[in-house]
């Protein structure tokens, strides 16, 4: 994926006369930084489309009999619009979540690269530290808009169903408001994960200075980390990866709730956020950048 360099302008100049502070450069780089991603067609447009396929779903299931039963909550899916919305989630944590966040994190240093915009940016009284953090923000603010945007898709979808009772994971039946609560923790699980395969897409994004490389990156470990349940992957591998915490929330819908899918999963992705993070940040710091003209 690739985007014009008209989706990615170069900052705007500062005002004649101005001054700016050398040591509070981050609020400048996160406003154009977010001022880049809010001007992008694809992002609009993906957030679009999250907010609005809950609702197309929920629209092709009233008019079919037709059911996923291949997802958890599949047979369900008629009967509760809670139903939906965790069917939802779980095609979502599997292919669509980390492909989002990697969308704007594996671009936001490789664009700079590749219109050679980084002599633009370093000449302004800019360094390397306030630029770094300014757009790891950004990149953070667009997960949690994006988790925002969709978890409020699938939150309102459910009343074209119908906010009636669903059947938990162990067969037991739960109320509506505990269900809406659960639906609504679940999502909110997935936020960290998200943070993690943001982190890579950031790190692949400098190590490699290409677009491409930083958004399939992350993409292909969320897809070798799905692939590793159905084969013979050790325990310990297998929750060490980020990609399992988008599975944390099975511990919520069962009759005896239990955690330690979550605390696994914040753990694996607190670790990953901060290793990706502090190696992007440890090759961004010290590689060449020619910023003569």
Not at 81 to 99: E, I, K, N, T
Not at 257 to 283: D, E, K, Q, R, Y
Request: net charge positive; glycine share 10%; proline share 6%.
């Amino acid at each position: 994926m690739t985007f014009s360099a008209v989706d990615w302008p170069a900052p705007a100049e500062p005002r004649a006369g101005a001054h700016r502070d050398p040591g509070a450069p981050r609020g400048g780089v996160l406003r154009e930084e977010l001022a880049k991603i809010t001007r992008l067609t694809r992002v609009r447009a993906l957030l679009a489309a999250g907010f609005l396929v809950p609702f197309v779903a929920a629209a092709g299931f009233r008019v079919q009999d037709a059911v996923p039963a291949d997802s958890l909550f599949g047979q369900w899916v008629h009967d509760s619009g809670y139903a939906l919305a965790m069917v939802v989630l779980g095609f979502a944590a599997q292919w669509v979540l980390p492909a989002i966040v990697a969308l704007v994190g594996g671009d936001v240093f490789s664009s700079e690269d590749r219109y050679g915009t980084w002599k633009t940016i370093l000449t302004r009284s800019r360094g390397r530290g306030g630029i770094f953090v300014g757009k790891m923000l950004a990149v953070l603010a667009w997960v949690i808009v994006s988790w925002v945007v969709i978890t409020g898709g699938c939150l309102l979808a459910v009343f074209v169903i119908g906010a009636h009772p669903v059947v938990g994971l162990g067969g037991q039946v739960v109320p509506s408001g505990r269900a809406a609560a659960l639906v609504t923790a679940s999502w909110a699980l997935q936020l960290p994960p998200m943070v993690a395969f943001a982190a890579l897409a950031i790190f692949f994004s400098v190590l490699s200075r290409n677009s491409i490389v930083g958004i399939g990156a992350p993409v292909a470990v969320g897809l070798l980390g799905q692939l590793s349940t159905f084969v013979d992957v050790p325990t310990g591998l297998r929750l060490a990866l980020p990609s399992t915490a988008f599975g944390a929330w099975h511990g919520l819908w069962v009759p005896q709730t239990f955690l330690a899918p979550f605390w696994h999963g914040l753990i694996a992705s607190v670790v990953w956020t901060l290793v990706a993070l502090g190696a992007a940040w440890a090759v961004f710091a010290y590689r060449s950048i020619r910023v003569s003209a």
